[in-house]
């Protein structure tokens, strides 16, 4: 998913798997702008495997991340395609990669694309793991690229959490914010003045730390899923550039069991939104219960929050759309 | 000496212990049957055999195409698949492959309910009510449950 402006106009760009599109649409009038054949203007899924990540500066520069290559195409053409994740030179054990929840960003400034990064000689239990780069700028002019500034939250460092590692990052014009699923904590990166913050951001829904995990169950992934499960969970972090605000969101934990035997799941969590100022101090906090709403397809518009309505549990909702509420702030 | 010697009696019971009851104990026992008896109808004390794959959807290595054909390769009659309402394609394909009997349909998706998650699929075998054996379902344990099943 990415969002973008095109004079004055907010767009939001999806992969739609069933139809294998890139489609684009006008938010603000609801409406299918372009629906692009993405597969003719990527590289062959078997050699290079699917799209992990896009992003649209305009029409004719759209960027796509595979796992080996990553590419700038217009509405019908490749203009440039480099092999990326070649096991080679100084940065062999780095693979250019999106988990999801790190989409690639394009910078204008200095024509250099942010990609999350990993060690994928690490495993994932070894500090190595979270001592490796996190994430980096790619030059395709001279194929080359360096490290970003911000690591690993220091907690995945000095502990274990299982699965419970996941990376949120949001990259704008002037900063990007980085989030840990396990740490209260915020990591900013001012591009202008060059300087990582790390601001507290707890939740006041979480009264307890995320339980640590003892490096005997590194292979236990039962184990490892069950402390995802029930542990809280910090999720997406947006930053909202027309009213300086930023927006979290974070899952409520729950407990193993209930007093009648049944075990709780994913979707007893509750999901609560939390609100920052533009120094990153907790505005408020709104709890909006369970299976409400996603936060990964969640965007920030002109109008407000655009908060993607969980659909699985709700028959009346078609399954070939996609539906937002949208939290107008004042 | 004779702490040494105490404690080597405890490392053989405790290896000993494990190799008879840890091996194979099935921690969710109790879950698992009540799973069946009140979700899916199936009352295992009353059912002389029934060997049971439950297939955990939504996890990445779980119901790989490995893994399912390992399931249909097997023509034993007492071999049940329990699946999640979500996957309409791999339903259809258990119906084509099994028979829409064989396949039990987790309508409300309540493994998650009885603590019945696992990260990878799982294969119990009931025997008069009684867990006989169990285990993750993984390439390397194929031939195990094929000797269980035979």
Redesign the interface.
């Given at each position: 998913m990415d969002v973008f402006s095109l004079q004055d106009t907010l767009y939001l760009a999806i992969i739609n798997r069933l139809t294998e599109k890139l489609e684009v649409y006008n938010i603000s009038e609801n409406r299918l702008i372009t629906s692009i054949d993405y597969l003719n203007l990527t590289g062959d899924v078997d050699e290079f495997g699917r799209v992990l990540s896009f992003t649209i500066h305009n029409f004719d520069s759209i960027f796509f991340l595979q796992q080996y290559l990553l590419s700038m195409t217009n509405t019908v053409e490749i203009k440039w395609a480099k092999q990326i994740n070649t096991f080679k030179g100084q940065y062999k054990d780095i693979f250019l990669y999106n988990l999801d929840h790190a989409p690639i960003y394009y910078d204008k400034n200095n024509n250099r694309i942010s990609v999350q990064t990993y060690c994928h000689s690490c495993h994932d239990y070894k500090k190595s793991n979270y001592t490796s780069m996190l994430h980096a700028s790619y030059s395709p002019k001279d194929d080359t690229y360096m490290e970003l500034p911000v690591g690993h939250s220091k907690m995945y460092i000095d502990n274990y959490y299982g699965f419970h590692n996941h990376i949120f990052r949001r990259e704008y014009d002037d900063r990007y914010v980085v989030s840990f699923s396990a740490d209260p904590n915020i990591y900013l990166y001012n591009k202008i003045d060059k300087e990582i913050e790390v601001h507290g951001g707890r939740s006041r829904y979480q009264p307890k730390d995320v339980r640590i995990l003892s490096r005997k169950y590194k292979t236990d992934?039962?184990k490892?899923?069950?402390h995802f499960?029930i542990e809280p969970f910090y999720d997406t972090i947006l930053y909202d550039e027309y009213r300086n605000l930023y927006y979290r969101f974070f899952y409520t934990g729950v407990e193993d069991?209930n007093p009648d035997g049944?075990?709780n799941?994913?979707?007893d969590k509750e999901l609560i939104l939390m609100i920052f100022d533009n120094d990153l101090k907790l505005i408020t906090e709104i709890n909006f219960g369970s299976n409400k709403y996603r936060p990964g397809w969640s965007f920030v518009g002109k109008e407000g929050l655009y908060l993607n309505v969980y659909q699985s549990n709700d028959t009346t909702l078609s399954k070939t759309k996609m539906y937002y509420d949208v939290l107008r702030i004042k | 000496m004779m702490y040494c010697g105490l404690n080597r009696s405890l490392l053989y019971l405790t290896i000993f212990g494990f190799f008879l009851f840890g091996c194979n104990e099935f921690e969710k026992t109790e879950?698992i049957k009540n799973f069946l008896k009140n979700e899916l109808n199936t009352d295992t004390d009353k059912i002389e055999v029934l060997n049971l794959f439950v297939l955990q959807y939504g996890?990445c290595g779980a119901s790989t195409e490995e893994i399912l054909s390992f399931i249909y390769s097997l023509d034993n009659d007492d071999v049940y698949v329990v699946v999640g309402d979500v996957d309409v394609n791999l339903i259809k394909q258990l119906h084509s492959n099994m028979g829409e009997e064989k396949v039990l349909i987790d309508k409300n998706q309540k493994l998650?309910?009885?603590?019945l998650?696992?990260?990878?699929d799982i294969f119990v075998s009931f025997k008069k009510g009684e867990i006989g054996y169990w285990t993750f379902v993984t390439e390397n344990k194929f031939n195990k449950i094929r000797k269980c099943l035979s």
């Amino acid at each position: 998913m990415d969002v973008f402006s095109l004079q004055d106009t907010l767009y939001l760009a999806i992969i739609n798997r069933l139809t294998e599109k890139l489609e684009v649409y006008n938010i603000s009038e609801n409406r299918l702008i372009t629906s692009i054949d993405y597969l003719n203007l990527t590289g062959d899924v078997d050699e290079f495997g699917r799209v992990l990540s896009f992003t649209i500066h305009n029409f004719d520069s759209i960027f796509f991340l595979q796992q080996y290559l990553l590419s700038m195409t217009n509405t019908v053409e490749i203009k440039w395609a480099k092999q990326i994740n070649t096991f080679k030179g100084q940065y062999k054990d780095i693979f250019l990669y999106n988990l999801d929840h790190a989409p690639i960003y394009y910078d204008k400034n200095n024509n250099r694309i942010s990609v999350q990064t990993y060690c994928h000689s690490c495993h994932d239990y070894k500090k190595s793991n979270y001592t490796s780069m996190l994430h980096a700028s790619y030059s395709p002019k001279d194929d080359t690229y360096m490290e970003l500034p911000v690591g690993h939250s220091k907690m995945y460092i000095d502990n274990y959490y299982g699965f419970h590692n996941h990376i949120f990052r949001r990259e704008y014009d002037d900063r990007y914010v980085v989030s840990f699923s396990a740490d209260p904590n915020i990591y900013l990166y001012n591009k202008i003045d060059k300087e990582i913050e790390v601001h507290g951001g707890r939740s006041r829904y979480q009264p307890k730390d995320v339980r640590i995990l003892s490096r005997k169950y590194k292979t236990d992934n039962t184990k490892k899923l069950r402390h995802f499960t029930i542990e809280p969970f910090y999720d997406t972090i947006l930053y909202d550039e027309y009213r300086n605000l930023y927006y979290r969101f974070f899952y409520t934990g729950v407990e193993d069991k209930n007093p009648d035997g049944t075990y709780n799941t994913m979707g007893d969590k509750e999901l609560i939104l939390m609100i920052f100022d533009n120094d990153l101090k907790l505005i408020t906090e709104i709890n909006f219960g369970s299976n409400k709403y996603r936060p990964g397809w969640s965007f920030v518009g002109k109008e407000g929050l655009y908060l993607n309505v969980y659909q699985s549990n709700d028959t009346t909702l078609s399954k070939t759309k996609m539906y937002y509420d949208v939290l107008r702030i004042k | 000496m004779m702490y040494c010697g105490l404690n080597r009696s405890l490392l053989y019971l405790t290896i000993f212990g494990f190799f008879l009851f840890g091996c194979n104990e099935f921690e969710k026992t109790e879950e698992i049957k009540n799973f069946l008896k009140n979700e899916l109808n199936t009352d295992t004390d009353k059912i002389e055999v029934l060997n049971l794959f439950v297939l955990q959807y939504g996890i990445c290595g779980a119901s790989t195409e490995e893994i399912l054909s390992f399931i249909y390769s097997l023509d034993n009659d007492d071999v049940y698949v329990v699946v999640g309402d979500v996957d309409v394609n791999l339903i259809k394909q258990l119906h084509s492959n099994m028979g829409e009997e064989k396949v039990l349909i987790d309508k409300n998706q309540k493994l998650d309910r009885y603590g019945l998650r696992f990260a990878n699929d799982i294969f119990v075998s009931f025997k008069k009510g009684e867990i006989g054996y169990w285990t993750f379902v993984t390439e390397n344990k194929f031939n195990k449950i094929r000797k269980c099943l035979s």
